[in-house]
């Protein structure tokens, strides 16, 4: 069984958004064009209390793009972005949802940060997407979304480990490129891991 896995398509993540990522919003008409050929279509949202930790505006005397530890690891900081019930939290509006079946939610402890859709970023605790997965019987994960080189990344990695066969399409993806050639690694970095790398 095959199901498509639609990463973080949110407003904060498209042009005009607080983490707005080039393009973004590039990805939404092949998203809805995707989701009619697969039986099962999963959609995850970065989803943080406002009090987040991996904010900026959380700690005195940082700005946007530091690194601080939180909980043990290094974080870098973020402007606010995809607070629960904010408008910039809500799927981008041209983004058809009616086929979506099911929703998983991660980043919600404001003590560690989840690029992955799988789990926190300290391996700590499941969001449930893996588990649900494996009770649809799903073995293969189509991915695509917002963005490459972060919950794309994360989430195909934890995915691969999981024992999933794992296809990212990047016509389906943009990435943050924080620092130039972050994309080209993130791709590089899932491929080495065995994450196929394709297009629709
Ligand atoms: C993401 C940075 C912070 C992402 C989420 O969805 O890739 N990136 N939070
Ligand atoms: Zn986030």
Same mark, same amino acid.
């Given at each position: 069984?095959?199901?498509?896995?639609?990463?973080?398509?949110? &407003? !904060?993540?498209?042009?005009?958004?607080? #983490?707005? *990522?080039?393009?973004?919003?590039?990805? *939404?008409?092949?998203?809805?064009? #995707?989701?009619?050929?697969?039986?099962?279509?999963?959609?995850?949202? !970065?989803?943080?209390?406002?009090?987040?930790?991996?904010?900026?505006?959380? +700690?005195?005397?940082?700005?946007?793009?530091?690194?601080?530890?939180? /909980?043990?690891?290094?974080?870098?900081?973020?402007?606010?972005?995809?607070? $629960?019930?904010? +408008?910039?939290?809500?799927?981008?509006?041209?983004?058809?949802?009616?086929? *979506? @079946?099911? *929703?998983?939610?991660?980043?919600?402890?404001?003590?560690?940060?989840?690029? /992955?859709? #799988?789990?926190?970023?300290?391996?700590?605790? /499941?969001?449930?997407?893996?588990?649900?997965?494996?009770? $649809? $019987?799903? &073995?293969?994960?189509?991915?695509?979304?917002?963005?490459?080189?972060?919950?794309?990344?994360?989430?195909?990695? !934890?995915?691969? @480990?999981?024992?999933?066969?794992?296809?990212?399409?990047?016509?389906?993806?943009?990435?943050?490129?924080?620092?130039?050639?972050?994309?080209?690694?993130?791709?590089?970095?899932?491929?080495?891991?065995?994450?196929?790398?394709?297009?629709?």
């Amino acid at each position: 069984m095959k199901a498509l896995v639609l990463i973080d398509l949110q &407003n !904060d993540f498209c042009p005009g958004g607080n #983490l707005a *990522i080039h393009e973004g919003d590039q990805v *939404i008409p092949i998203a809805n064009r #995707l989701q009619q050929k697969f039986d099962l279509v999963i959609a995850t949202k !970065d989803w943080h209390p406002q009090d987040h930790l991996s904010f900026a505006s959380n +700690h005195a005397d940082r700005k946007i793009g530091d690194v601080v530890m939180l /909980s043990g690891l290094e974080q870098i900081l973020w402007p606010d972005h995809c607070v $629960q019930g904010t +408008h910039g939290a809500e799927f981008h509006p041209e983004l058809q949802t009616e086929r *979506i @079946k099911i *929703i998983f939610y991660k980043g919600t402890d404001k003590f560690i940060d989840s690029y /992955s859709a #799988l789990y926190d970023n300290a391996h700590l605790r /499941s969001t449930g997407l893996g588990e649900y997965l494996q009770a $649809q $019987q799903v &073995n293969e994960i189509y991915m695509m979304g917002l963005a490459t080189d972060y919950c794309v990344k994360y989430s195909a990695l !934890d995915a691969k @480990k999981a024992g999933f066969d794992v296809c990212v399409m990047m016509d389906g993806c943009r990435g943050v490129e924080l620092q130039k050639g972050d994309v080209e690694r993130a791709i590089e970095e899932m491929r080495a891991a065995g994450v196929k790398i394709v297009t629709t």
